[in-house]
């Protein structure tokens, strides 16, 4: 306890004098071993305290060199306002911008800060190709046979030993494989709603969640939703005696990159087991944390078996495999019979080679490299924005994940600019799409799981000319 | 006209002479030379002629030696009884049974007669292992990216190019790929349906697609069935004002194995498009003909887009793989819609993978070989059954598909059969799996895709001794 409170205070402390401009960018910090001197603390928590930092982006560390002031932490670069939508369901789809972009999936001609998955240069392909061979000459009947309708057992196994790292303590048998974390949130929302049904999400939300949400007849109440801590817990509440379901992304949430903090976790988890509304968590972008540690998850709070934990490798490993899965507590049954009535079972050969990746301890050093390439381009992507962006842009502080949120000054409208980019070669995700009222018109997401280079510094350049353009001239 | 008119009639004479018992099993037929001379038909039309009789396990046919009549026109085992289901949605699930049926999928220690997938020993795995790894090579970032939301243009391209041989001639845009043919009915029936609608089925049929339904909040109106000739049209007829869908397997549906006629698939076809009610047909089996020609679909006199062909590789190649598409007509944007907010994407690699084997040409090599296995089965299995179950057994005589269906005589309880040869190691598919009614108690579905050995007449002997001892015990 004590030990947190000083965590807290020293942590606080150094973040306070950066941002007062006492500590100025670049400047060199304290070693690990001064720090631990200075304020007796062991070397171990001197270190988490610069990692916790440096996940904030007001720290930035060299190897070989030590602990530096960040560039990011002088940024001009405010914060998006939080979500304010209408607390009422007003199913009005993007179908057609959604799409639109979603057509531009695959092209190489364009550069595609649309679409949110990582590039290829940043996963371990080679290694994975060599376990989707072995897979064929190990599996029984070389992969051609049905799996057990609950999936591959050490595929189960492997998810339920990860999950010790955040607080899950599942079990292999608690765990149902699917076919990637969209069918996943799929099985979870056709067992748990009828059409008419009210479900809450965040707000911007993944435009996947709200079409499925839509094309299963739901009714979608957005809530009010901070960029840094999350859903108002608040707004919530009030909508509880409303609503049927809860889905949530509170890890490292596409568009906005937060991290739901644990307080918040624990109490919507107390709040909707007690309204008796089940919670689907989708947790696809756990694993890629900017921080020193794996954050929890609200089903780490879970006593009842009333979250349903979902995710997958699609965002980590290989979007094409689709593997993903649900740990769906006390709706297990339902979960395994939906899926047997909807897929059968999932496609065994890439289901062994990514638990057999999963077991070499190989998926934990990709993780580790993947995470700082991540976090790095976040911080090369918000350089660039402050420099070639128009004044007044705002972006969000994403703490893990693959997404940038950019708020552009009101009168930009990005659906306009989306199209003009395309021109351009470039294809970016408005902030319309992520929404089924009318926000967010100025807003737009970037993915930052692209390889970073001088061209894509270019065309995040000429993307900003590009805005400043529309701003000038009152394009729109 | 003419020439149609002489192949039937010199068919039919042949088959009465055999039926008479005129022609005795064994005897050795005219050569197709003398047949030809003897009625002034060409070489290629008397062969077919004996093709068509051999489809019909009246003619078996000997390498190097010629036609014989089959010893399976003898047997003393006549057809089962026409359906004759309640003309009202009644939907009674046999849950737990098809729970405990299926989790014995993929035991060893089992004979799985229960199961309607072929065994491996019949599949070209070591040729779609090699595929599998030419397939993580050769696709870009090898098979880690997403697909195209409709699917692997070069499958799609196979699929529509072998549609010729039915009369199909689609094109690969009509074609959307899914996550095998049940993921296919599963997109079909979400596009059409809301819940509360009625959908109309064959009966008996399989348990996979009455879950589904009721899964997705159907009435279920099972419609009465002919062993030969497949859905009674003019029931059916009748039914038009109540049902909102109808879903059939015209080729070789499991369990009872028959194929439609060309004029009733015409007829219901031209039916369903005037009652504007939306055909999905389940074509999984069509590749696996005992007959000389590939069956029609309905959908090859599909006018106006309102038939729904699916289908798969799951019965002729990889079950494991999970491969199925839907040639969806005019409801393809809706089929689209839903692939992409229920699973995304397919899995590429296998996708890929099973695009390069049917290029190849190996496909149908191993189709032959594939479909010759089956009737060879089906005849193995026609003579243990004569022999070794009770006198008043009927089966159905499958012109294709894995399937054969066993009416025993009224008195065995075939769930309390399944309960008893599982403790022999055999595990059967009961009838009462095939309904939502009250129906089949004394019928059981034994897969004839199987490697054909002692053992397995073996089983059948056990299997029918167990049923002798419950109709003279009256052990239900």
Chains 1, 2 share one sequence.
Request: glycine share 6%.
């Amino acid at each position: 306890m004590k030990r947190d409170f000083l965590y807290n205070e020293i942590a606080g402390n150094i973040a306070n004098k950066i941002k007062a401009g006492i500590l100025k960018a670049g400047e060199r910090l304290p070693s690990i071993r001064i720090l631990s001197k200075e304020h007796g603390i062991s070397m171990n928590t001197a270190k988490r305290i610069y990692l916790e930092l440096e996940a904030q982006s007001l720290v930035q560390s060299k190897p070989q060199s030590g602990f530096f002031v960040s560039p990011l932490s002088y940024l001009k670069l405010t914060l998006p306002e939080p979500s304010a939508p209408l607390s009422v369901s007003n199913n009005t789809e993007p179908n057609d911008l959604i799409n639109d972009v979603y057509s531009t999936m695959g092209r190489n001609d364009l550069t595609l800060f649309s679409i949110g998955v990582p590039s290829g240069s940043l996963l371990p392909l080679a290694r994975l190709k060599k376990e989707i061979v072995l897979a064929t000459r190990e599996l029984k009947e070389g992969g051609t046979e049905y799996e057990t309708l609950q999936g591959n057992v050490k595929l189960r196994r492997m998810i339920a030993a990860r999950s010790l790292s955040w607080e899950g303590n599942l079990k292999e048998s608690d765990i149902i494989t699917s076919h990637g974390c969209m069918n996943a949130l799929s099985l979870c929302l056709m067992a748990l709603t009828k059409p008419g049904d009210t479900l809450a999400l965040e707000s911007p939300c993944y435009p996947g969640i709200l079409q499925l949400a839509v094309s299963l007849g739901l009714n979608v109440v957005e809530v009010a939703t901070h960029p840094v801590s999350g859903i108002d817990i608040h707004a919530l509440k009030k909508l509880l005696p409303k609503i049927n379901v809860c889905l949530l992304v509170p890890n490292f949430n596409t568009p906005l990159g937060y991290c739901m903090p644990d307080e918040s976790k624990k109490e919507i988890v107390a709040l909707l087991s007690m309204a008796n509304i089940p919670l689907i968590e989708d947790d696809t972008y756990g694993d890629i944390y900017f921080g020193a540690e794996r954050p929890k998850c609200c089903k780490s709070f879970d006593m009842d078996g009333n979250v349903l934990w979902c995710s997958s490798i699609s965002k980590t490993l290989a979007p094409g495999y689709r593997v993903g899965w649900v740990a769906p507590g006390k709706y297990k049954d339902q979960i395994l019979k939906l899926k047997l009535v909807h897929s059968l079972s999932a496609t065994s050969v890439v289901h062994e080679a990514v638990a057999n990746f999963l077991m070499t301890g190989r998926y934990d050093n990709h993780l580790r490299r993947f995470r700082k390439t991540l976090q790095e381009n976040y911080q090369h992507y918000a350089l660039a924005i402050a420099e070639y962006f128009p004044y007044g842009t705002k972006i969000s502080r994403p703490q893990g994940g693959l997404a940038l949120w950019v708020e552009f000054p009101k009168g930009i409208d990005t659906v306009e600019l989306y199209k003009y980019a395309l021109k351009k070669q470039i294809s970016v995700a408005p902030g319309r799409m992520f929404t089924l009222q009318n926000q967010f018109q100025n807003c737009l997401r970037l993915c930052i799981g692209l390889q970073w280079t001088d061209d894509l510094r270019l065309k995040l350049r000429q993307l900003g000319n590009l805005a400043k353009i529309f701003l000038n001239n009152n394009f729109s």
